[in-house]
């Protein structure tokens, strides 16, 4: 059956079965010459937009996993993933291979030590962890501190990661920078 006729016709059953109907006759040649309703016109839907600007649009805050990622291709070199930290992506590539072994690890130690012990098992687990990656990090710190000394762009890299992470604890005055 047409679904042009199907509604007017399912309407002239609907009015016939009305309490009314009983006190109006309905004419059938009438109700079957009833003209079909029009069309409704076609609803064009707008083109969807990609999901970036959807999220951009909504609420102006860019999504930290697609920063995270355009910033290890804009970087220049490659970047392990225990690197996630997007100050530390950036600054990565600029750094001395002692420095990028160092940052590396701070970044793992770091995620560990943000990690929750659900369990015993889980425990353990984040008990060695910290041990391998966290034990003795402000020494290391503060030797990358000594060796790099005379370079300053290395020694202010290390002060921004020393300050993200709280790693001052061994190091002395930075004749880099203006003291208090």
């Not at 530390?88 to 160092?102: G, K, N, S």
Request: net charge negative; proline share 8%; with cysteine.
């Amino acid at each position: 059956m047409n679904l042009r006729l199907a509604l007017p016709m399912l309407l002239v059953l609907l009015a016939a079965c009305s309490p009314r109907a009983a006190e109006q006759q309905v004419d059938p040649a009438a109700a079957a010459a009833v003209a079909p309703a029009p069309e409704p016109a076609a609803v064009t839907q707008p083109a969807a937009a990609p999901e970036d600007t959807v999220t951009a649009a909504a609420d102006d805050t860019p999504d930290p996993f697609e920063e995270l990622q355009r910033a290890r291709a804009e970087a220049g070199c490659e970047i392990p993933e225990d690197v996630y930290d997007l100050d530390d992506i950036r600054l990565y590539c600029t750094l001395p291979a002692d420095v990028r072994t160092f940052l590396a690890r701070e970044n793992t130690c770091q995620h560990f030590a943000g990690e929750e012990p659900y369990d015993d098992a889980r425990r353990a687990e984040l008990e060695q962890a910290s041990a391998e990656y966290c034990d003795g990090r402000e020494q290391r710190f503060a030797d990358l501190f000594e060796q790099h000394r005379d370079d300053c762009s290395i020694r202010g890299a290390l002060i921004d990661i020393g300050n993200r992470y709280d790693l001052f604890t061994l190091v002395a005055p930075d004749p880099c920078r203006a003291q208090d």
